[in-house]
């Protein structure tokens, strides 16, 4: 059983379309990372949100922890063909660390 | 610092045989994870350390799988007797004690078993 459950699983979209990824848990969580990972290479962090409803903004990615902070979600705005890559979302909870299943987003330029 | 740093990018291993992967941390972090990520799938923890110490091992994938931090600086993945199924990228991350501000990753080790 996972405890991250990230959807859509994969996301293929035209460059300029808009699109939202999401994170759920049944548990809470103090804080959550966002990452991107290319073929080949190791993820790499985006965002950190630690307090439930915070909204982070990073150019043309929103990042949202929800209230009760068991999920969060991904939007990104007019994307761009360099967004492709493996969003993987990730937490802890004492010694045991989780990444979520990834989304596959391909954007066709 | 270059970041976090993994050696080697390749391997590729024969059924059985024995293969060490190393990782060098960002200096300045006290903790060194490791995780294994296959096709598709996002990473998967196996182990981390703080320093020099072990902190949870209990999610290696079986006893064939061990990991060492000797001096809390660099640390090396172990497999013995690898089989097809440890075909995988082995990922190794770093972070501050307060690693809830997220982890540094190397680019990994893609290891393949013959």
């Known amino acids: 059983t996972q405890l991250l459950e990230q959807s859509p699983q994969f996301l293929s979209i035209q460059e300029g379309e808009n699109l939202t990824v999401y994170c759920n848990s049944s548990?809470?969580?103090?804080?959550l990372q966002w990452y991107r990972q290319e073929p080949g290479e190791g993820p790499v962090l985006l965002v950190t949100?630690?307090?439930?409803?915070e909204v982070k903004k990073l150019k043309r990615l929103t990042f949202q922890f929800g209230d009760a902070r068991k999920d969060s979600s991904l939007h990104i705005t007019a994307a761009q063909p360099g967004d492709t890559g493996l969003y993987l979302c990730?937490?802890?909870?004492?010694?045991?660390?989780?990444f979520g299943t990834g989304t596959s987003l391909t954007v066709i330029p | 610092d270059t970041g976090v740093s993994q050696n080697p990018r390749h391997k590729i291993t024969k059924r059985g045989q024995n293969v060490t992967f190393r990782c060098d941390p960002i200096?300045?972090?006290?903790?060194l994870y490791w995780y294994r990520q296959t096709l598709g799938q996002g990473p998967e923890f196996l182990t981390y350390?703080?320093?020099?110490?072990?902190?949870?091992k209990s999610r290696l994938l079986s006893d064939r799988f061990s990991a060492e931090r000797p001096k809390g600086s660099f640390s090396t993945l172990e497999i013995q007797r690898t089989e097809q199924g440890d075909s995988a990228m082995y990922l190794c991350?770093?972070?501050?004690?307060?690693?809830?501000?997220?982890?540094?990753f190397g680019s990994g080790t893609r290891l393949t078993v013959v």
């Open positions: 990730a937490s802890s909870r004492g010694n045991q660390f989780y």
């Open positions: 548990s809470v969580f103090s804080s």
């Open positions: 949100v630690v307090t439930g409803g």
């Open positions: 200096s300045e972090h006290n903790r």
């Open positions: 350390f703080q320093n020099e110490a072990q902190l949870e």
């Open positions: 991350a770093s972070s501050p004690i307060t690693g809830g501000n997220g982890y540094t």
